[in-house]
């Protein structure tokens, strides 16, 4: 059976506890505009092309992270899975995986509607 997946976005993890400062320089940097989340955590720069670009707080050190899309995130998983990736934690609507090579990246719904345009069937 297969399912549809693509690169979605890219985030930019902040050690802080409010990303709006961050999400000031990265938006300037990438010349868009921020839209900051209501609780201040998670900030979208827009003007970034089809792929997604988020500034998110967090509390590990700086890294810029993937997310993968995945019309079935579970069978997605299980396809990484046996490419050699291993699931690091399942958190809210998104799981973070971490490939052989040590990255960590999140497989996480479709965000929008690039998807439906963009992504590949992969079995």
């Keep these: 059976m297969t399912h549809r997946a ?3 976005g890219i985030v930019i993890d902040c050690q802080t506890e409010h990303v709006a400062e961050a999400a000031r320089f990265w938006g300037a940097a990438l010349g868009g505009e921020v839209e900051i989340d209501e609780e201040g955590k998670y900030a ?6 089809e792929l997604k670009v988020l500034v998110q707080a967090v509390s590990h050190a700086p890294r810029v992270h993937m997310d993968i899309e995945s ?5 997605e998983v ?4 046996a490419l050699g990736a291993t699931v690091v934690a399942r958190i ?5 995986m971490e490939a052989p090579t040590g990255h960590r990246f999140c497989v996480v719904n479709p965000q929008g509607p690039a998807f ?4 590949r069937e992969v079995e």
């Design 6 to 8: 693509r690169l979605g």
């Design 44 to 49: 979208e720069i827009s003007g970034q092309g």
């Design 71 to 75: 019309d079935d995130k579970e069978a």
């Design 78 to 81: 299980a396809r990484l899975e």
């Design 92 to 96: 809210h609507r998104w799981i973070v």
């Design 116 to 119: 439906h345009t963009h992504a």
